[in-house]
């Protein structure tokens, strides 16, 4: 059974920083990963997408790796801004099923 | 391009009656996903379509939840009768091709079961 856990759960840095979000899997048979974002009481907007095939991703200020031998995934933030303030969501393809992680909870400070 | 819709944005029923959600996906996507968030909890998947099928529906926590997709364009969730654990956000997602695709969400559906 595949498990997805995310660390931090809540992370709060200043306006201008560089940060890390962390997602873990525990089963590395995974067809790819997602990145998420969600704002309050809004829907999911998709940041970026690796397939298994491929070690990372960038779009802008963001890039996202992917490891499958260790099971993880790193999303970096470069520059942080208020506007960055979301919650943070890893999902993973494994087999026809879409596991979500928890979320990290990101507060950009100005 | 319309993104993902998702109809109603909120609804408020009590233990009991019928709720039906529909979602639209984006034109042209043969996917279709539900999944839904309970409060403080992860995200879990519901089922998936492919075009008016039911691809995978392993994720449907009983036999009070129906999905549908018609004609394969949109779809609806009907939770009947509802139950007060049945409170949470249902999100609808679309791809163009299979779980190796982009999903794009649409913004949810909070149900409040009192």
């Known amino acids: 059974k595949q498990e997805v856990t995310q660390i931090p759960a809540a992370l709060s840095v200043p306006e201008g920083e560089n940060l890390v979000l962390n997602c873990s899997f525990t089963?590395?048979?995974?067809?790819?990963l997602q990145w998420f974002r969600q704002d309050p009481g809004k829907g999911l907007t998709s940041l970026l997408l690796?397939?298994?095939?491929?070690r990372e991703q960038t779009s802008g200020r963001l890039n996202a790796s992917l490891d499958k031998s260790s099971g993880r995934s790193t999303l970096y933030i470069a520059a942080s801004q208020p506007g960055d303030s979301a919650t943070y969501l890893c999902a993973l393809t494994y087999g026809q099923n879409f596991v979500f992680g928890p979320g990290t909870r990101l507060s950009v400070l100005p | 391009e319309a993104g993902v819709t998702q109809f109603p944005s909120h609804s408020v029923i009590e233990k009991g009656q019928t709720v039906t959600l529909r979602c639209d996906p984006i034109s042209g996507h043969d996917n279709l996903y539900w999944y839904r968030r309970v409060m403080g909890k992860e995200i879990k998947f519901l089922l998936h379509f492919v075009k008016e099928s039911k691809q995978d529906e392993s994720g449907m926590p009983n036999n009070r939840f129906l999905a549908e997709r018609t004609g394969g364009t949109y779809s609806t969730l009907k939770v009947q009768p509802a139950e007060l654990e049945d409170s949470g956000v249902y999100f609808c997602a679309s791809s163009l091709t299979g779980v190796s695709d982009t999903q794009y969400f649409g913004p949810g559906t909070r149900l409040t079961v009192l």
């Open positions: 089963d590395s048979a995974i067809y790819n």
């Open positions: 690796i397939q298994s095939s491929q």
